[in-house]
C-alpha cells in the first residue's frame, strides 16, 4: 500500500491537529470525514479535503476509506473502535483508548482477530526528550530505580467543563487521570515498566462535575520501585506545572514543560554534563515545535505500523495498564480512619 487514505470521526477541537498533520505527510491522504454536527464536518472538510458524512457507519463502509482516526469524546473511542475494526479499518484512537480495562482488552484481542493495526495517540512519547529518557532508562544509565513522579498541577475553570458538556461526566471524559494526566500517567509507566499494585484517593472539590477533579496515587511496579501520581485541575489561578520525574541510583530526570517536552534537571552518572543537556532541551533552549508537531509523528508511526504489519502498537499495552490503575483508585480508595 503507497498511499493510505485516513477518514477521521469527530471533527472538533482537536481535529485540527490531525488534519494539519496529515497534509504534512506524504504517503497519507485524508478522504473522509465523519461528525454528528453537519457544520463541523464541513468545516473540517473545507479545511483539510476528504468526502463528509454525518453517520461515522456510513463512511466506515467506504472503500475508500484504508484507516480511521477517532477524535469525538472519549467515552465514545472504545464503540467506535470496535466498529472500524469489524469494518476492517486500521484504528488511531485519541486519548483515552477506551474508558474501562475490559474495553481496551477487547478492542487489543479485535484487532489481533482481524489483523489490523490498533494505535492510540500518545504524542508526549515522541517528543525527542521522552525518547531520550526512555532509551536512557531502558540502557540501565539510570542504575536500579527508586521512583518517579507525575504530576499535573493545573487549572480548569468551570466554564471549560460547562462549554462542552461531555467533559463533565463519568461516562464520557472520565476525570482527572483519564483526561488530564493521560499523558503523563503515560510516559510514567513508559519510563518506569509495568505496574504490580495501585492504590490511591480522589475527590470532587472544586467544580461542578460527576467526577473527580484531584487524584493521588501510589504504585509499585513489577522492578519494585514506587510511583506517585498528583494529578488535579483545581490549581489557583492557572496552570503550574505538568513534571515526570525519574529517581535511580545513578540518575536524576525531571522532564517539563507545557507539552512535557523539556528536560528541567539531567543528572546521570557519566553521561553528558547537565549544563550541556539543559542548553539544548531546556524550556528556554528546546525547539518550540508547531501545536501539530508531535500528532504528526503519532500518525507517521501510525502509517509505518501499519505497512509493515504491526498490530498493536506498543502504546496500546502501556494504554491499557493506565486505565487498570485508574479503575483499582477510582472510586474505590482504601482507607484508614485516623479519627
Ligand atoms: N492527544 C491530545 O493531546 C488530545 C488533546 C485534546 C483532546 N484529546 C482527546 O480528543 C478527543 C476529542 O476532544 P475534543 O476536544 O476535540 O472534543 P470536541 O468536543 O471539541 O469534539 C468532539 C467532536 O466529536 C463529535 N461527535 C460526538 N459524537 C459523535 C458521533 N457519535 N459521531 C461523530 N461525531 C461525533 C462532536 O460533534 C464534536 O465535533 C477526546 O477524547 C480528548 O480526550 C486529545
Not at 470525514?33 to 457507519?57: I, Q, S, W
Not at 484531584?214 to 492557572?238: D, K
Request: aromatic letters at 6%.
Amino acid at each position: 500500500m503507497e498511499l493510505v487514505r485516513l477518514g477521521i470521526i469527530g471533527c472538533g477541537a482537536i481535529s485540527k491537529k490531525h488534519g494539519e498533520a496529515i497534509s504534512r505527510i506524504e504517503d497519507a491522504k485524508l478522504v473522509a470525514a465523519a461528525d454528528l454536527v453537519e457544520e463541523n464536518v464541513r468545516r473540517f472538510v473545507d479545511n483539510y479535503g476528504g468526502k463528509p458524512y454525518t453517520d461515522y457507519r456510513e463512511m466506515l463502509e467506504d472503500p475508500d476509506v484504508d484507516a480511521v482516526i477517532i477524535v469525538t469524546p472519549s467515552g465514545l473511542h472504545a464503540n467506535m473502535a470496535q466498529d472500524a475494526l469489524d469494518a476492517g479499518k486500521h484504528v488511531l484512537v485519541e486519548k483515552p483508548l477506551a474508558m474501562s480495562a475490559d474495553d481496551a482488552d477487547s478492542l487489543i484481542k479485535k484487532a489481533q482477530e482481524v489483523k489490523r493495526t490498533l494505535q492510540t495517540v500518545h504524542p508526549n512519547r515522541y517528543y525527542e526528550t521522552s525518547e531520550m529518557t526512555h532509551k536512557a532508562i531502558k540502557e540501565g544509565r539510570f542504575g536500579k530505580l527508586s521512583h518517579g513522579v507525575a504530576t499535573v498541577r493545573w487549572n480548569r475553570t468551570q466554564e471549560y467543563y460547562d462549554e462542552a458538556p461531555w467533559r463533565k461526566t463519568r461516562e464520557m471524559d472520565g476525570g482527572v487521570l483519564l483526561n488530564q494526566a493521560w499523558h503523563a500517567l503515560d510516559l510514567l509507566l513508559w519510563f518506569m515498566g509495568p505496574v504490580a499494585r495501585a492504590q490511591g484517593m480522589t475527590s470532587k472539590r472544586l467544580h461542578d462535575v460527576e467526577t473527580e477533579d484531584i487524584a493521588l496515587v501510589t504504585l509499585e511496579f513489577e522492578s519494585g520501585a514506587l510511583g506517585l501520581v498528583e494529578a488535579t485541575t483545581n490549581v489557583y489561578p492557572r496552570n503550574l506545572e505538568q513534571t515526570v520525574s525519574i529517581f535511580g541510583e545513578k540518575g536524576t530526570a525531571v522532564l517539563g514543560g507545557s507539552r512535557i517536552d523539556a528536560i528541567r534537571v539531567w543528572r546521570v552518572k557519566g553521561d553528558k554534563d547537565e549544563s550541556e543537556v539543559l542548553g539544548v532541551w531546556s524550556e528556554d533552549t528546546a525547539p518550540k515545535h508547531n501545536p501539530s508537531w508531535a500528532h504528526e509523528r503519532v500518525i507517521r508511526y501510525f502509517i509505518n505500523h501499519l505497512k509493515s504489519g504491526i498490530i498493536v502498537a506498543p502504546e496500546v499495552h502501556t494504554a491499557a495498564m493506565a486505565i487498570k490503575v485508574i479503575e483499582s483508585v477510582v472510586g474505590s480508595s482504601s482507607e484508614t480512619s485516623c479519627q
